[in-house]
């Protein structure tokens, strides 16, 4: 099947590699006529088959369930253990290395449980810290924001299943760039605010409403480009670890999406 996803593609390949193997290249002892045979192993018998099981929905479905499930022990677990004077070198902390963990992962060639399982308790420890710090200042801003955030993946689950919503290649290209700018603008506006600028984007002001709005639009329709790519990587057979991979992209929705509802929340009850 062709897909526009060169990620997928590239996946795809590795998988068509992997079900290949454990098959030799035929020998001379084929006779024309007749299929090919193998080269004869040392005691005459040919290479075994390979042992590749393609990925499913039900094993992405598991392993989503997972992650959120170790993310959302860990992230009760800071809350209730870390002391209040450690939350904010648990939210830089948590920030950073998640970062880099969810940048390895999705530079990586090969799908890596390990890392996928360690990006979920760092990030566990970093919106266990957030969802505190939020918690105190907005009393129950933290369960309306669960709530919205799951609500709006299952609304946008059933459009993409309905077919409402479809990743076309235009949508693709289009969303991946919105996506690539909303990363880099608030790259920069971090940046800024490290040297005591302050563009506006987050302190409540109308401009920081809309930009917050902006970011829970884009991070949910990310989840159409989630739900393609799983469905392409069942097609296509890839391998089922990498049903660890396609979890991974739907955790990382998730947690894009509650911080800006978290965010769009604390400004609209900072106006009361």
Request: aromatic fraction near 10%; proline fraction near 6%.
């Amino acid at each position: 099947m062709k897909t526009s996803n060169p990620v997928l593609s590239r996946l795809g390949q590795a998988a068509g590699r992997e079900r290949a193997a454990g098959y030799a290249q035929p020998g001379p002892y084929a006779q024309p006529g007749y299929p090919q045979q193998p080269y004869p192993t040392g005691y005459g018998y040919p290479a075994a088959p390979p042992t590749v099981t393609p990925m499913t929905l039900d094993d992405v479905v598991v392993k989503t369930v997972t992650l959120l499930g170790i993310l959302g022990v860990v992230a009760a677990a800071t809350w209730a253990v870390l002391p209040d004077q450690l939350l904010g070198l648990a939210w830089i902390g948590g920030a950073v290395v998640g970062l880099v963990l969810g940048l390895i992962i999705s530079f990586s060639r090969m799908a890596n449980p390990a890392l996928v399982i360690a990006y979920s308790v760092v990030e566990g420890v970093f919106l266990g810290a957030v969802s505190k710090t939020f918690n105190t200042l907005y009393d129950g801003i933290v369960l309306q924001a669960v709530v919205a955030t799951f609500g709006v993946f299952f609304m946008m689950a059933m459009l993409y299943k309905s077919r409402v919503i479809r990743a076309t290649p235009k949508f693709t290209k289009i969303l991946i760039a919105m996506m690539g700018g909303l990363f880099a603008v608030m790259l920069i506006n971090l940046v800024l605010a490290l040297f005591g600028v302050n563009t506006h984007l987050r302190d409540g002001s109308p401009l920081a409403i809309g930009f917050s709005l902006v970011c829970i639009v884009v991070a949910s329709l990310s989840f159409v480009l989630d739900f393609a790519n799983i469905e392409n990587g069942v097609r296509m057979g890839l391998p089922q670890r990498y049903s660890w991979t396609a979890a991974f992209g739907i955790v990382v929705g998730l947690i894009w999406l509650y911080l800006e509802v978290l965010r769009l929340l604390s400004y609209l009850q900072g106006d009361d």
